[in-house]
């Protein structure tokens, strides 16, 4: 006779908010005193757990990283804002939904997203994880813009592929950086980068 492997739901509830506990703490820590500065103990003492649970329940510092980066990419508010980006039928507005879904993303993820950015380069695993992550959002952006052509809303001659690459320098990670550097606020930011789409893609 097979046994079947017992499980718990209440410890692996236990655990998935541990990680959770875990991964808010890193965020915090990486977003205020940089990666480098930020040690696992750190972690471990904010996330009030000990260091040998971070690393088993996550791994060090690369993984933490690669963690967060995971996590914001899953964020619900952005398969919501899909979801209603396929319902529109009018291109302006299918830019404006992108814009908003996109901006309220930039802020629910932001320490993610900076935390991300600041590190590219800084170990393989999080180089992996970011390319990911871009080729994830690029995918999502060529969704929307198969819903402009499916719609007729794009400039004549103007195809999915080159759609997908507009939509990618106005709504890819850097563009809300850069503005929310010089001081916009997010709304600012979001309309002014939806207009720029608008005029780049949509018909008159």
Do not use: C
């Not at 750190?42 to 088993?56: C, D, K, S």
């Not at 952006?141 to 719609?151: C, E, I």
């Amino acid at each position: 006779m097979t046994t079947r492997a017992y499980r718990s739901p209440r410890r692996e509830q236990a655990a998935a908010e541990t990680r959770t506990a875990i991964l808010d703490a890193a965020e915090k820590l990486f977003a205020a005193n940089g990666y480098a500065a930020t040690t696992v103990n750190e972690v471990a003492v904010a996330a009030t757990v000990g260091p040998n649970t971070v690393y088993t329940s996550v791994g060090g510092k690369p993984q933490l990283v690669v963690a967060l980066i995971e996590r914001a990419s899953a964020d619900p508010l952005i398969s919501a804002s899909l979801d209603e980006i396929d319902a529109l039928t009018d291109g302006a507005e299918i830019i404006k939904r992108l814009a908003a879904g996109t901006g309220a993303t930039r802020r629910s993820q932001q320490r993610a997203v900076a935390v991300m950015l600041d590190n590219l380069t800084t170990d393989p695993l999080i180089t992996e994880a970011a390319e990911r992550t871009a080729a994830l959002l690029r995918q999502r952006l060529h969704r929307t813009a198969a819903r402009l052509t499916a719609v007729r809303a794009l400039r004549d001659g103007t195809t999915v592929a080159r759609a997908t690459a507009i939509l990618w320098f106005y709504f890819g990670f850097t563009p809300w950086r850069e503005l929310r550097d010089l001081g916009w606020t997010w709304k600012e930011t979001e309309r002014w980068l939806a207009e720029q789409a608008i005029n780049a893609l949509i018909n008159a």
